[in-house]
């Protein structure tokens, strides 16, 4: 296949977890928030000089103390994090947003305020599911994280403020989910690896200082033309994946990455947030009702019938099931999911893996197989 | 070495209990009938675990004596009879049947009328009564692509889902207590059932009037959806009755929590934890459970003003954290002989918020939330960490106690991630720690040896003691030189 060569300025925005442009904004007395969870809401964490950073271990080669507080039963996404954390790599940030998502997210909270005390931590509640009530409860959770940062940060985070971060966050989301439309193309103008490492920049990066790069890989992503061969379209599901090696690995056996519906993808992250009405009931509205995480506890036939409709709209041959290993979560749901999508005649593989990149060989043998599996 | 044996009367009080157990199942015949009883057993093969609770009976008595000993005897038999109560009910199935997550209290359901079976229920009895009772049904949810990872629990509870051998309901009531693991899996019993759902969210900071009036709502939903799509109705004066017996349930209880905490303990180890554990859980409201608490509190007066001890050679006064090893039911009857280890109380006993106020169907709901919320594991696994952590010193100086045993279950991945972070609060407090490595439901995981050996390690190197002074301790040997960690298979090939 075909690789843009700029893409090799997202990789760099991807190696460290703070980055470059993370640094300018700081130089620029703007103030980095970190989180840890898709159902934080980015766009409150936009308010006056704050700026969002998902919270990632880029290159982790380990992690023993983080074993140690948290066994070696935990996720390994929760454990890298908390090493990272030890060693520092996160002390600049303003603070932290947790979310009580799941057994590991919280545990990774306690142990951090335990271990590391940062100098401004929230945990939000998000339900487990939606409804009226449901709403109401997360609209004053924001509400709540909402006067804490502005207590802490001074920043106003309702309002008129927050209805602009809205119209920019949507702004912004649109223009990555045009390029994330490009792989609807036969054949696709852009490879699943170079968009998911414009998807993760812009979870790990101010997005006003990454727009210009978003658009110029837009513009020559278009005058490109095209990937090149493969042998499948492949839609990647599941839980949080930000190691984009894995994704190319996948490709590197001919499976183009076309679709995601993945904690970190694109779908449905990037749908436009409601710009009428009380902006914090807007932001809750939109949490609650991306159809995601199974933390989400009546949601698993609209999750399925979204991977089928996703894979449908993108034309991939197969999907992929992938969880970092100990998710509980994804970990039974994964049994259910798999049997009920092949039932419904979608071809799947079910991967699990750990959050650093390993056990590249068989990846390669599980994707080859699956791939071959589907006939292409 | 506990050198006391038990006495004539010991063994008359254990034939009547045998007969008391024998006359239930002869009732669950009668009142079944024999063809409907054999089909259910070919339907449920794990009703013939159930006709071994004679055996476990036995091996809580021996070696223990006196109104101890009758405790343990009682609890059995009455275990037992609830539990024909409750089979009967289900096995006729009728439209008034319904499936309840184990963290779902009945008394709501109870009071609409409706029929209800704890889901959970068989995984916690059947390991209790044969060790590896677990072990089939966690290889059916492995083999059916369950992560072995997960809590074994919740693996044998899907196990006996997937095998077609939980009773089949077409109405569920789930939550999202205790773990995301037994929370996610009920999709996979709603879909087997194909069943409707109801599930009850609980807050993550319930310690707040916001958390108890957004649970109460919950409740107030769930209500109205049983009475939806059930023919339950909700008669809140049947609620008031419920929630007052249990009330007077657990007055009895905190009167025996008193008197446990004296030193030495006049009762201990399980009439106070699986009495709990069966009588709050499974049928709170019902006269019958009040009155086994009444026996066991007043039993336990007459030992306490008599000066006698539970545990005759009382060296050590333990809690145990976390769920009690369910296939090991002998561990804390060996513990008591093997080091004068008395298990005063455990963390699913111990209740914070345990009386209800009854005067509004407004407060009976919001009290009923706040149990359900601050009860028993439901605290220590949602919220943050010192739900956890500050509730085991809480309980360690209310009774009194010399260390803290943690049934390290290797599926509770929750539990796991603050292990260190207690380690290190317990030296802090110099508070002896003894983290017991294992599976709750599966002793292939780490065997009774394994667990005897942690003991053994912890109380020579932390405790500085010998087995009773033997020296030096053999790991493999329980009273009388009996091989102890064989024992549960000579019970197997004996029946």
New interface residues.
Partial sequence: MNKYAGISLFDDLLAEPLNRLVEQAMDEGRVPVGYTCSYVPETLLSAGKLFPVRLRAPGIAGTELAD????N??CSYTKSLLEFALGGAYDRLGGVVFT?N???M??????LE?LRKPAFSH?L?V???RGG??LE?FT?ELKMLADKMSGHFGVSASGADLAAAIRSRNAFADAIRAIGDLRKQEPPLITGGEFHRVMIASLVSPKDLLLPLVEDFHRKAVERGGVGPYRARIMVAGGELDDLSFIDVIESQGGLVVADRFCTGSLPALDPVSETGDPLRAIAQHTLGKVLC??M??E?DEREEAIRKTAHEYSADGVIVQAI??C??W??????L??ALRSAGVPVL?L?REYRHGSEGQLRTRVQAFIESMGK | MNNIRPSAADYLKHAKYFIHILFSFTMLAARRGPISLLRDMRRYPWLFILLRAPLLMGRLAAGRTGLYREANELLISFIVKQMIDVLVRTLKRDDTFILHQEMVPPEISTAMGLSVWPAELLSILLPLLDSHAAEAYIDRSEN????P??CSH?KMTLGIVLSGEMPPASVIV?S?LP???N??????TR?KNNAKIF?L?I???FYNN?AVE?FA??LK?MIAWLEENTPGRMDWERLRQICEERNRMAEKEIELWEMISARPAPMAAEPVYLGHLWAFNADPGNPAATRFFHRIADMTRRNLESGVRAVPNERFRAVLWNPPLLHFSELFRWAEEAYGITLVIDSMTYNSQPLIDTSTPDTMLRDLGKIIMQGPMARH??G??ENYIDDIFRIYHRFNLDMVWVAGH??C??T??????LREACREKGVPLLIIEYDLSDQRICSHEGIIRQIDHFMQNVMKVNRNGEDPPDPRRGREGKDFTTIHYAYRSEE
Avoid at chain 1, 106 to 111: K, Y
């Fill in positions: 140690t507080y948290m066994s039963v935990i009580a799941c057994d590991h919280r545990r990774l909270m306690d142990n335990y945990t509640d339900p487990h599911k009530p449901a409860w004053e199974p933390r506890m009546e698993f290993k100990f509980d979560t970990g039974v749901e994964g049994s259910t798999t049997s079910r699990e | 059916e692509g369950i992560p990872d997960i919740v789930s999202n773990c995301d693991g929370m996610t899996g009920y999709e996979i879909r599930r969210d807050p993550f900071n916001r957004y709502g919950e939903r696994t949602r943050p960490a290797i599926g991945k929750n796991m991630a603050l292990n260190q972070m």
